[in-house]
């Protein structure tokens, strides 16, 4: 199978195998305008298996999807066929607006227009609790 190189886009890589459509959705590419193309199980070295999202275009995208979806991808940012930058994702600190509090007894479950946040409070495990109620995401 062949994928064309990208001139000017984005190029998500080391996503974990079966992870890219849940991205896609996350990240609403389904509403953009330029080419997408997801190649799922691609052989890696590294972690055996892996997807990867290729963008026909540079997009602003919403990185604390992405590091807490997928946080040890990897974001290139390509312009004139070339690697411009190289973005190394992680954890982040605070998830705004990305998940949902599950606690019926929440405060984000009576006030309508409530944002969902989210800390960070255990980095190793990847464990988010709600900053209304504590409970963990």
Do not use: W
């Amino acid at each position: 199978m062949t994928i064309d190189s990208i001139k000017n886009g984005i190029v998500i890589d080391h996503i974990p195998a079966g992870r890219s459509l849940e991205i896609y959705h996350y990240l609403k590419l389904d509403r953009v305008d330029c080419s997408v193309a997801i190649l799922k199980n691609v052989v890696s070295e590294k972690l055996g298996r892996k997807d990867i999202i290729k963008l026909d275009e540079v997009l602003d995208l919403n990185y604390d999807v992405l590091g807490y979806l997928a946080p040890d991808c990897t974001v290139n940012i390509i312009r004139d066929g070339e690697t411009v930058e190289k973005r190394h994702l992680q954890l982040p600190d605070r998830l705004v607006g990305v998940i949902a509090c599950k606690n019926p007894r929440c405060i984000t479950t009576i006030e309508q227009g409530l944002t969902h946040i989210f800390k960070l409070t255990d980095r190793a495990n990847g464990i988010y609790r709600c900053i209304y109620c504590e409970s963990k995401a």
